[in-house]
């Protein structure tokens, strides 16, 4: 499964061109630190309008869709770790039913009530 491919997906399954380069994010599952997951980095600026992130697991053949409406998340600066004005979120994939960034430095922030849609391929 490519970016282009699951953006098209869920577009189709909306009937509606809500997704596209701009406004989403993609990401496959990787090592880090003993752990595996997703990277997430999203300018600061970038919360201030609607973020669409696909989460993809190859080995579960599936990929969840984030949405997070415009400034939804207030002063994301104190809930992500961050560095050069960008949230740095790794959210393991030991537990899939529970979207939490795990890094030092955050709130632990949970993105579980933002799952929009989960598609199998």
Same mark, same amino acid.
């Given at each position: 499964?490519t970016?282009? +491919?699951?953006?098209?997906?869920?577009?189709? +399954?909306?009937?509606?061109?809500?997704?596209?380069?701009?406004?989403?994010?993609w990401?496959?599952?990787?090592?880090? *630190?003993?752990? +595996?997951g997703?990277?997430? /980095? %999203?300018?600061?600026?970038?919360?201030r309008?609607?973020?669409?992130?696909? $989460?993809?697991?190859e080995k *579960? &053949?599936?990929?969840?869709? $984030?949405? %997070? &409406?415009?400034?939804?998340?207030?002063?994301?600066?104190?809930k992500?770790?961050?560095?050069?004005?960008?949230?740095?979120?790794?959210i393991? *994939? &030991? /537990?899939? &039913?529970?979207?939490?960034?795990?890094?030092p430095?955050?709130?632990?922030?949970?993105?579980?009530k933002?799952?929009?849609?989960e598609? /199998?391929?």
């Amino acid at each position: 499964m490519t970016k282009n +491919e699951a953006m098209k997906r869920v577009n189709e +399954e909306l009937h509606a061109n809500l997704l596209n380069d701009k406004n989403t994010q993609w990401s496959t599952v990787v090592p880090y *630190a003993g752990d +595996e997951g997703w990277w997430l /980095n %999203i300018p600061l600026s970038g919360f201030r309008q609607e973020r669409h992130f696909l $989460i993809c697991s190859e080995k *579960a &053949k599936s990929f969840r869709h $984030i949405r %997070i &409406k415009a400034n939804t998340i207030l002063s994301p600066a104190t809930k992500f770790r961050c560095k050069d004005q960008t949230a740095d979120v790794f959210i393991s *994939a &030991k /537990n899939p &039913k529970r979207l939490v960034d795990t890094l030092p430095g955050g709130t632990k922030f949970s993105f579980d009530k933002y799952v929009f849609g989960e598609y /199998n391929f």
